[in-house]
């Protein structure tokens, strides 16, 4: 594609209002991104989602005003994200968008990929934008839901401008950290919940020299409000990361989460600061079980990436700390993992990743069992409508996972991922994990395939996907079998 077409289509998407955000779920999409970070075209964090696209077009940008020197294959993925960039951020017009989906046994462990949640969904939506504002409503009708929801606003979010500020309320899922099949602290694995957000529009250094070293960084703070239906009920979910780029190969994530307040807990503006200071464990100047703040996690990841054998390859690790100790986190869940990307025969964009996740406390040293996602106070733990807010596989499990995705220059993709491992591996039963109360011992493998239904989406995106589990009992001695599937069509 000519230069020119390239800036038009940037033109299409202006940079200096409350834009739209590319929410967790499009695996290709975050592949192609990441492409591009790697390659020095994108030079702020990525693994903070949703991801402003207002950021992203920014740093593209300047990419082709520059006339940046990029390999070919390289140059196609920025083409594939300058069109979903003008697509998504064309101002003052209404843009209507619907999904429908059939699932048989929906998976029990949710990677980052958007797979259906129930047995059926059907969605319809609309978007708009001005120079202020940005507006995303959304409504799906579910059958047989799992939490008794069949109508849900999830994936909504309006959004007005601050300068480089946006302040919205939301119900999309977030994803924070640089793992492909798992997030420690925040994943899309439960439903998304309902939360004021705040966070940046581009992600420009700091220009002070004191604070300059720490490069491209960006921030979102949330409050949100837990469901109801729980050992506490209306529980408030507070959430706040921090992520930045010092050096182009290197990117670093501080995120903290806690829940407080709550049906007969202590709601107050001292409260909260405590509990945002880290007083809040029992025997902390004063602290008792009647005046706790909260229920916290707080940990960092990274991701490094250079090349090898002219190969973009990344190293990344994720440690979430369950505890508190000294005034930092303690306790640590442990994810850890390797990726490389590349291209072949000049149409195939692809990405391979191994992963290990270990969610027990202490899990490099100990292995603290029923500690993970649990509270004393909080019993229904860090857990939201039947599944945990973290890692899909629950606490105390070990997973192993290596995935790969396949994108076509010619709008198809394909992901493969194969998973390994125990769950719930404590010895005593757990009645909160909501995957099983005693071990089990899993193994599956999962093909999904995704394409444009006539020219560039013309009619839209289906999504077809296959999977097979094999699941052992060793406290039973018994094992079982399944196989599970969906199609999901989507207008875009």
Not at 74 to 96: C, D, G, H, Y
Not at 330 to 343: H, I, K, P, W
Request: charged residues 25%.
């Amino acid at each position: 594609m000519p230069r020119h077409i390239l800036y038009l289509l940037l033109l299409l998407a202006p940079c200096a209002y409350a834009g739209p955000v590319a929410a967790p779920g499009d695996i290709a999409l975050r592949h192609d991104i990441q492409v591009l970070a790697d390659y020095g075209v994108i030079s702020g964090p990525v693994t903070t989602w949703p991801l402003s696209w207002d950021a992203l077009a920014a740093d593209l940008q300047l990419a082709v005003d520059s006339d940046m020197v990029l390999p070919n294959a390289v140059r196609r993925t920025m083409q594939r994200v300058i069109r979903r960039a003008s697509r998504e951020m064309s101002l003052n017009n209404l843009q209507l968008h619907g999904r429908a989906s059939g699932m048989a046994e929906p998976m029990a462990i949710r990677g980052y990929s958007y797979t259906p949640r129930e047995d059926g969904e059907a969605s319809a939506g609309l978007s708009w934008r001005s120079d202020r504002f940005s507006v995303d409503l959304n409504a799906t009708a579910v059958t047989d839901p799992a939490d008794g929801q069949e109508l849900r606003a999830d994936g909504s979010r309006l959004a007005v401008d601050m300068g480089n500020v946006t302040v919205g309320i939301s119900t999309m899922d977030r994803w924070w950290g640089p793992g492909w099949d798992g997030s420690l602290i925040l994943s899309n694995n439960a439903r998304p919940m309902p939360a004021v957000t705040v966070g940046r529009n581009r992600t420009h250094p700091f220009e002070t020299k004191w604070l300059s070293w720490l490069g491209p960084w960006d921030i979102e703070v949330m409050m949100g409000q837990m469901e109801e239906e729980r050992e506490v009920p209306d529980t408030l979910f507070f959430g706040m990361r921090f992520a930045f780029r010092p050096i182009p190969s290197l990117e670093i994530g501080l995120s903290r989460t806690a829940q407080w307040c709550g049906d007969d807990r202590p709601c107050d503006f001292d409260t909260f600061w405590d509990l945002f200071l880290g007083r809040d464990n029992v025997g902390d100047a004063g602290t008792t079980n009647e005046n706790e703040p909260g229920n916290q996690l707080a940990g960092f990841d990274a991701r490094w990436s250079n090349t090898w054998f002219r190969q973009p390859s990344a190293f990344y690790a994720q440690m979430i700390g369950e505890d508190e100790a000294g005034g930092f986190p303690s306790r640590y869940l442990v994810l850890a993992g390797f990726e490389t990307s590349g291209f072949f025969r000049n149409r195939w964009s692809y990405r391979w990743y191994a992963e290990l996740a270990g969610t027990s406390c202490d899990y490099i040293s100990d292995d603290r069992f029923n500690c993970a996602y649990n509270h004393g106070i909080y019993k229904t733990g860090y857990r939201y409508r039947g599944r945990v807010v973290g890692h899909a596989a629950e606490n105390d499990s070990q997973i192993v996972s290596t995935g790969l995705v396949l994108v076509s220059e010619l709008d198809k993709q394909w992901e493969f991922l194969l998973r390994t491992g125990d769950l719930n591996r404590g010895g005593e039963p757990d009645e909160y994990n909501t995957l099983t109360p005693t071990k089990l011992e899993i193994r599956s493998v999962d093909l999904t395939h995704r394409r444009a239904l006539g020219e560039n989406g013309q009619y839209g995106w289906i999504d077809i996907g296959l999977g097979y589990a094999s699941i052992d009992d060793p406290v039973n001695a018994d094992s079982d079998s399944e196989m599970r599937g969906f199609i999901t069509w989507r207008s875009q």
